[in-house]
Each structure stands twice: as structure tokens, then as C-alpha cells.
């Protein structure tokens, strides 16, 4: 393939990248490492292993504003039961039989599934707020003071020694002969199914005509 159509294809998939993996989805992946193999940890870090994001059509969903509608959200677990499901909304005000519009996440006691709002999870605290809410999922309580588990967001990510091994007796923490760790996957919910923007379908178009048209060429040379 000439350096011209290789040139052109890397431009369409970087036109295709963007609009399909958008920053509606916020990881945080390395800082959720580090939370999770801090000192209090030893030598039995665990690594966060974040899979494949996806995303569920649920525009009632998007907004949520009681205990009754983050349990139909939990209800749609993606996976099998050892998988964390981190879904990401727009907004929440509500969690178990709480409601307040400081509510930025709700992490289920002891479950495989928590939810939190994008623009936090994109946001200063995001890596704090992703690991409080999964520390919930391992089975931690809140703890007040300067901890991860404090009620409040306080730029703090302290995990107790009793708390990680409260953690190690989860389901959701995984093992083999060397390594320890917890399997994520996103989910986006949103109020339709994404579809290919107009740039890409005129970049994917670009890019199969000049595929072709390469292809010809070669044919001819070999002719």
C-alpha cells in the first residue's frame, strides 16, 4: 500500500476514533490502580482491569432522581456476577432512601454495580469517585475522616489495613497462583443508539474508494 492511501487511512480512523469513543466515558484507570495497591495493600496489589465499554438505551435513565430508578438501572447488569458494572448518566440526586442534589454516585453495598455522573467521573475527583463507589461494591461502609470511604468527596484515597481485607473476602476480587484483580466494565447509558456522524460516513466512503482503487492498481501491475 503507497504511503499516500496509508496516510489516508490512519486520517479516517482518526476521524472514525473520536466520534464513536467521545468523552461521554471516563476511566480513570491508573488512578484506580494506584488506589488500589496504596501501601495498606502489601504485596497483594490489585489490578483494576477495565473491559470493553459499552452503552444501553435508556433516556429515563439518564437523569435519576429516586432510590426506585438506580435499582431499574442495577437491574441491567451486563456480564456475569463476579463483573463490576460502572454505569455513567448525566445526573443523580438519589441513592438507597437518600436524595440530595450534592449526590454525585451511588455504589451498591456489597453488589457488582454502581453509577455516577460523567461530568464528575471526567472531573478533579473522578478517580476518587469511581474508587469510593467500587469500594462500596467490596463491601465498605463509609468512614469519616480523611479516607476514601469518607461520605463526602475530600481529595483523599486512604483504604485501611482492616479494609483491605474486608475487601479481599469480595467475590468480585479475582486470583490466580500471582496476581489479584477486579474486572470492569463501563457502560454508558444514553437516549439513543449512537450512530455514525455524516464526517465519518464521508471518511469511510473516502477510505474504501481509494481502497479500491489501490486494489485495481495492483491487479493491473500483476496483470
Not at 166 to 180: A, C, E, G, K, T
Request: charged residues 15%; proline residues 4%; glycine residues 8%.
Amino acid at each position: 500500500m503507497s504511503t499516500f492511501v496509508r496516510g489516508i487511512l490512519c486520517s479516517c480512523l482518526l476521524l472514525i476514533a473520536p466520534s464513536i469513543y467521545a468523552a461521554f466515558i471516563t476511566t480513570n484507570e491508573a488512578a484506580l490502580d494506584d488506589i488500589y495497591s496504596q501501601a495498606s495493600f502489601g504485596n497483594r496489589i490489585i489490578d483494576i482491569r477495565i473491559g470493553t465499554a459499552t452503552e444501553l438505551v435508556f433516556p429515563e435513565l439518564l437523569d435519576i432522581t429516586t432510590g426506585a430508578e438506580v435499582s431499574q438501572l442495577f437491574n441491567q447488569h451486563l456480564g456475569p456476577a463476579n463483573v463490576v458494572n460502572f454505569f455513567y448518566i448525566d445526573t443523580i440526586s438519589a441513592c438507597g432512601n437518600n436524595t440530595s442534589r450534592s449526590i454525585v454516585g451511588c455504589g451498591e453495598y456489597f453488589g457488582n454495580d454502581f453509577v455516577v455522573e460523567s461530568s464528575f467521573a471526567a472531573g478533579r475527583y473522578g478517580g476518587e469517585l469511581l474508587a469510593h463507589e467500587l469500594g462500596h461494591n467490596l463491601g465498605l461502609p463509609h468512614l469519616a475522616g480523611s479516607y476514601l470511604m469518607n461520605p463526602g468527596l475530600n481529595n483523599r484515597t486512604l483504604i485501611t489495613e482492616p479494609e483491605v481485607t474486608r475487601i479481599f473476602r469480595s467475590p468480585l476480587v479475582q486470583s490466580d497462583d500471582s496476581s489479584f484483580w477486579i474486572d470492569i466494565t463501563p457502560v454508558l447509558i444514553v437516549a439513543e443508539a449512537s450512530r455514525v456522524s455524516e464526517p465519518v460516513s464521508a471518511g469511510l466512503f473516502m477510505l474504501i474508494l481509494l481502497l479500491v482503487t489501490w486494489r485495481k492498481q495492483q491487479l493491473s501491475a500483476f496483470a
